[in-house]
């Protein structure tokens, strides 16, 4: 794990979320990416070498979509890059956290992400990507 890549935050009004953290707090703004694979609309926000992301469902077959509406807006994600996504999941396995995918997933820009339950982060769900090759 080197390093937190970004943050996700689950809201339901993404206009709304997007004001806050671009017009009130004034973190740097990058733009709005539809992230078809998960059926969500990101918004992307820079602070230091991490990202936070709001994330809003596109439809309401997007697990976005069934986490607000069992929980409310909130925090969704922590991601963590690694190196080798591949030898991370064998090895996480290997030490009895469970993973939801079996192999990696199309993410954010062109990067492949897996995700590890959130019984196995404390309650988070966490997030594993590796820079898009
Ligand atoms: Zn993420």
Same mark, same amino acid.
């Given at each position: ?9 689950? +809201? ?5 979320? &997007? *004001? ?5 707090? &004034?973190? $740097?703004?990058?733009?709005? %990416?539809? +992230? ?6 990101? *918004?992307?926000?820079?602070?230091? $070498?991490?990202?936070? &992301?709001?994330? =809003?469902?596109? *439809?309401? %077959? *997007? ?7 069992? /929980? ?8 963590? &890059? ?5 030898? %991370?999941?064998?090895? @996480? /396995?290997?030490? !009895?956290?469970?993973?939801?995918? %079996?192999?990696?997933? $199309? !993410?954010?820009?062109? =990067?492949?992400?897996?995700? @590890?339950?959130? /019984? =196995?982060?404390?309650? +988070?769900?966490?997030? @594993?990507? +590796?820079?898009?090759?």
């Amino acid at each position: 794990m080197k390093k937190i890549d970004h943050v996700a935050i689950a +809201v339901a009004d993404l206009d709304a979320a &997007e *004001s806050a953290y671009r017009d009130v707090m &004034e973190l $740097e703004w990058e733009g709005r %990416e539809e +992230v078809t694979g998960q059926k969500v609309m990101a *918004s992307i926000f820079n602070i230091g $070498e991490c990202r936070i &992301e709001l994330i =809003s469902p596109t *439809s309401d %077959e *997007s697990p976005i979509a069934g986490f607000i509406q069992k /929980k409310g807006s909130g925090l969704h994600h922590i991601c963590f &890059e690694v190196d080798d996504i591949e030898a %991370e999941m064998v090895k @996480l /396995k290997a030490k !009895g956290a469970r993973l939801l995918n %079996e192999t990696p997933a $199309e !993410g954010v820009g062109g =990067s492949r992400v897996a995700f @590890l339950h959130p /019984k =196995s982060g404390a309650g +988070v769900l966490i997030e @594993l990507t +590796v820079k898009g090759k």
